[in-house]
Nanobody, 127 residues
Framework: QVQLVESGGGLVQAGGSLRLSCAAS????????MGWFRQAPGKEREFVAA????????YSADSVKGRFTISRDNVKNTVFLQMSSLKPEDTAVYYC????????????????????WGQGTQVTVSS
């Protein structure tokens, strides 16, 4: 069982930045791929970014490419999502997720491949 706890959400003005963190309870942590998904009110939960278990692959959704960066620190059992140039349409609850040894783009971007989810952290971007 992997427990995930997100932090770092909040209210920010358009154009601003936030860094989300997700701490995992599982040791070792480095066998799990980590992903970030988000869900806006009335919408489906969507893929944002992911990093493979061995850190060789990283993918991000077209809507955030060039603005959001995912990274991980396997010593601290933590994954990060650095968000910059935020837009009002980025407003959502952001969830981190863990999946066993996901690697390919299809594996990493598919919500159903992630077995463990955090409780979510709210990000609100004002215009």
């Amino acid at each position: 069982q992997v427990q995930l706890v997100e932090s770092g959400g909040g209210l920010v003005q358009a154009g601003g930045s936030l860094r989300l963190s997700c701490a995992a309870s599982q040791r070792p942590f480095d066998n799990y791929a980590m992903g970030w998904f988000r869900q806006a009110p009335g919408k489906e939960r969507e893929f944002v970014a992911a990093i493979s278990w061995d850190t060789s692959n990283m993918y991000s959704a077209d809507s955030v490419k060039g603005r959001f960066t995912i990274s991980r620190d396997n010593v601290k059992n933590t994954v990060f999502l650095q968000m910059s140039s935020l837009k009002p349409e980025d407003t959502a609850v952001y969830y981190c997720a863990a999946g066993w040894r996901l690697w390919s783009v299809v594996q990493l971007t598919t919500r159903g491949n992630y077995a463990y989810w955090g409780q979510g952290t709210q990000v609100t971007v004002s215009s």
